[in-house]
């Protein structure tokens, strides 16, 4: 019974928040590794831990930053800090280290780009400041901070949302564009 209430506020939320367990966007690590040891919890030795060392590792990797990590508690095995390369030995120390990092990529692909449930509008505000102006804010919302490119898709049938005002374009009333892509870095 509580599932079942939970679930529309769960739908609600995800279509808020695009890159929460979105495949095209980021990239998950188990029980992650640097240079042969557990990935330490703290990027220096007991400093900058969680996420200073969890963002670390994904830059290394080639990706963004961090968006989530999962703490593995004093798993019984040597880890290196990734800011230092200082290993920690449990039989001396508490080692902590990572279950999992996910990453955001650092180049991604918006396909049909949503906007709190609606199509994103094709102008960041109603009328004004369309295509790149909106492509941008888009990018910049979901965490990237530039735009690489976008393409138009003309005259939707569904009722879109500009990013700028949360206004909606009803096709019922007005002639309502979004985009077909957005790719952001």
Same mark, same amino acid.
Not at 73 to 80: D, L, S, Y
Not at 110 to 116: G, N
């Given at each position: 019974?509580?599932?079942?209430?939970?679930?529309?506020? /769960?739908?609600? !939320? /995800? /279509?808020?928040?695009?890159?929460?367990?979105?495949?095209?966007?980021?990239?998950? *690590?188990?029980?992650?590794?640097?240079?042969? *040891?557990?990935?330490?919890?703290?990027?220096?030795?007991?400093?900058?831990?969680?996420?200073?060392?969890?963002?670390?590792? &994904?830059?290394?990797?080639?990706?963004?930053?961090?968006?989530?990590?999962?703490?593995?508690?004093?798993?019984?095995?040597?880890?290196?800090t990734i800011g230092q390369n200082s290993i920690c030995d449990p039989q001396h120390h508490?080692?902590?280290? !990572?279950?999992?990092?996910?990453?955001v990529k650092k180049e991604v692909t918006f396909t049909k780009p949503m906007h709190k449930?609606?199509?994103?509008?094709? &102008?960041?505000? !109603?009328?004004?400041?369309?295509?790149?102006?909106?492509?941008?804010?888009?990018?910049?919302?979901?965490?990237?901070?530039?735009?690489?490119? *976008?393409?138009?898709?003309?005259?939707?049938?569904?009722?879109?949302?500009?990013i700028g005002q949360n206004a909606v374009c009803d096709p019922q009333y007005h002639h309502?564009?979004?985009?077909?892509?957005?790719?952001?870095?």
């Amino acid at each position: 019974m509580k599932v079942k209430k939970l679930l529309p506020i /769960l739908g609600i !939320f /995800l /279509l808020c928040h695009p890159m929460i367990g979105s495949a095209d966007t980021t990239v998950n *690590y188990n029980n992650p590794k640097h240079k042969g *040891y557990a990935l330490d919890w703290c990027r220096i030795f007991e400093n900058n831990c969680g996420q200073g060392a969890a963002n670390a590792y &994904c830059q290394a990797k080639g990706h963004l930053k961090a968006a989530s990590w999962v703490k593995r508690n004093h798993p019984g095995v040597k880890t290196m800090t990734i800011g230092q390369n200082s290993i920690c030995d449990p039989q001396h120390h508490r080692c902590d280290t !990572f279950s999992s990092i996910q990453c955001v990529k650092k180049e991604v692909t918006f396909t049909k780009p949503m906007h709190k449930g609606h199509r994103l509008d094709w &102008c960041r505000v !109603f009328e004004n400041d369309c295509g790149q102006g909106a492509a941008k804010a888009f990018c910049q919302v979901n965490g990237y901070n530039t735009l690489v490119s *976008y393409s138009k898709a003309n005259n939707l049938s569904v009722k879109t949302m500009t990013i700028g005002q949360n206004a909606v374009c009803d096709p019922q009333y007005h002639h309502c564009d979004s985009f077909n892509w957005i790719k952001c870095k």
